[in-house]
């Protein structure tokens, strides 16, 4: 399931360290950490429970993407939000009848860890149910399609195939595998994760200054994004005007793996 990334691997380098691991393991479509669900789950701690909303959003993200295709951005932030939130209402209400009858000790072993991702997946799917469910609209996209033509397109993980944290990368070629990333971390910026990932933080209680370091670790990131911070900031249809005018002179595959290579680069400078 991978290991913990350098950012989040303990809390010896305090809330400024952490919160950098926390936004760059938040920008991938790996990594998730069963054990830091159940630790999470388990206790107070503000690190923790950080750890714990991350691994949520990495879960429910792609699932949102799915049921959303073909709706404005704006609408895959809020079912993210919402899903995450009741997720998080059930097993704070219910926690025996969800995760700890089974795993009343933390699940260490590859198996545990698999099953209990299956689970907090299976209640992701059911909360999105739940949240958003599914109209029989007929074929093509829901009601509220996005206003740049095909643009979704370009991020509709049913036909990249996002792989499902269980399964080996080896499915992809190398490049492949860094385009989606690049892919991927546009799609986050569309939708805005950086902020409802801080709203529900603060909404679970973690510590104000985790949240603030996160927020200057974002914005450090923003000033070197490859792509300009006024459409950024104007919103996704300006930043998807932004690539479709790029794509009428550079290669679509070449455009998303250099954004990948430039996260990479970044990430390694601010993590060392």
């Keep these: 399931m991978g290991d913990v990334g ?4 303990d809390k010896s380098g305090g809330p400024a360290a952490f919160a950098r691991g926390l936004y760059f393991e938040l920008q991938t479509i790996e990594g998730v950490k069963p054990l830091e669900i159940w630790s999470g789950l ?6 923790e429970k950080a750890a714990l909303i991350k691994n949520l959003y990495k879960i429910v993200v792609p699932l949102v993407n799915e049921r959303c295709f073909g ?8 079912v993210a939000r919402s899903v995450v939130a009741a997720m998080l209402h059930w097993y704070t209400t219910y926690p025996e009848e969800t995760l700890f009858e089974r795993f009343p000790w933390p699940p260490t072993g590859e198996g545990d860890q698999k099953e209990l991702y299956r689970l907090v997946k299976g209640r ?3 909360c999105l149910e739940e949240v958003d469910p599914v109209q029989d609209a007929g074929p093509g996209p829901g009601p509220g399609a996005s206003a740049v033509g095909g643009a979704d ?9 996002i792989v499902d944290n269980e399964l080996p990368y080896i499915i992809f070629t190398d490049k492949e595998y860094r385009v989606i990333h690049g892919l ?6 569309l939708i805005g994760l950086d902020d409802i990932v801080l709203a529900t933080l603060e909404e679970v209680g973690v510590t104000r200054e985790i949240g603030e370091e996160y927020r200057a670790t974002a914005r450090r990131v923003a000033r070197d994004a490859p792509f300009s911070s006024a459409a950024r900031r104007a919103g996704p249809q300006a930043l998807l005007l932004e690539i479709q005018e ?12 250099s954004v990948y290579a430039w996260f990479e680069q970044t990430k390694s400078k601010l993590l060392g």
């Design 246 to 257: 790029r794509l009428a002179t550079v290669d679509y595959l070449d455009l998303f793996e």
């Design 6 to 9: 350098p950012g989040m691997r």
């Design 42 to 47: 388990r206790e107070e701690d503000s690190f």
């Design 124 to 126: 992701a799917r059911l």
């Design 71 to 78: 709706r404005p951005f704006d609408q895959h932030a809020r």
């Design 153 to 161: 397109a370009l991020f509709d993980f049913r036909e990249m195939r």
């Design 184 to 189: 991927a971390l546009v799609y986050l910026w």
